[in-house]
T-cell receptor, first 113, second 117 residues
């Protein structure tokens, strides 16, 4: 079945540091790929998405490129802020019945001033 | 944009009581609603998928008699945790697939933190 693997956290960075959170997936066909962010005590918010190979999703300085050859969708940001501290989930929507989302384990990011 | 309103955001209940969580879709029709459970520092695990007017489909290992899902209308889905016990304490989140859009449209409720004492 479909699966998503992302790097375990927590990831601790200083403000303005470069961020990479790795995400790889296993799926049949051509899934859509997502990054969601969860701030403390809140639900999930869509951060960005890509629906086909070589697409780049971007939002709020974050970006991720759909790499079919490496089955990856790594999240990057050039300069993180304290307000980016949250848990980030990589997810895919494949060709399963109902097109439900399959989530990775989540990566907690902590940005220190 | 499409919003799912989830209530309550927090609930503390005594062991043995039942708790109902509601998710309402605002300004759109939620044909399909997904219910997830999230343990501390873990990912979201799909519990069940509900479609309006039909029985929910539960994931393997999820007790359908304990986690009762009702999706009686296109704007309301409910999850009732029957006879809750401390091990049911968790963060529950609903998600709606946006009817009429492409398969990539999902919106999430803000979650309900259930604590059973």
């Amino acid at each position: 079945g479909d699966s998503v693997t992302q790097m375990e956290g927590p990831v601790t960075l200083s403000e303005e540091a470069f961020l990479t959170i790795n995400c790889t997936y296993t799926a049949t066909g051509y899934p859509s790929l997502f990054w969601y962010v969860q701030y403390p005590g809140e639900g999930l918010q869509l951060l960005l998405k890509a629906t086909k190979a070589d697409d780049k999703g971007s939002n709020k300085g974050f970006e991720a490129t759909y790499r079919k050859e490496t089955t990856s969708f790594h999240l990057e940001k050039g300069s993180v802020q304290v307000s980016d501290s949250a848990v980030y989930f990589c997810a895919l929507s494949g060709n399963n019945a109902g097109n439900m989302l399959t989530f990775g384990g989540g990566t907690r990011l902590m940005v220190k001033p | 944009g499409a919003v799912v309103s989830q209530h309550p955001s927090r609930v503390i209940c005594k062991s043995g009581t039942s708790v109902k969580i509601e998710c309402r879709s605002l300004d759109f029709q939620a044909t399909t609603m997904f219910w997830y459970r999230q343990f501390p520092k873990q990912s979201l695990m799909l519990m069940a998928t509900s479609n309006e007017g039909s029985k929910a489909t539960y994931e393997q290992g999820v007790e359908k008699d304990k986690f009762l899902i009702n999706h009686a209308s296109l704007t309301l889905s409910t999850l009732t945790v029957a006879s809750a016990h401390p091990e049911d304490s968790s963060f529950y989140i609903c998600s709606a697939r946006l009817s009429g859009r492409d398969r990539d449209g999902y919106t999430f409720g803000s979650g309900t933190r259930l604590t059973v004492v």
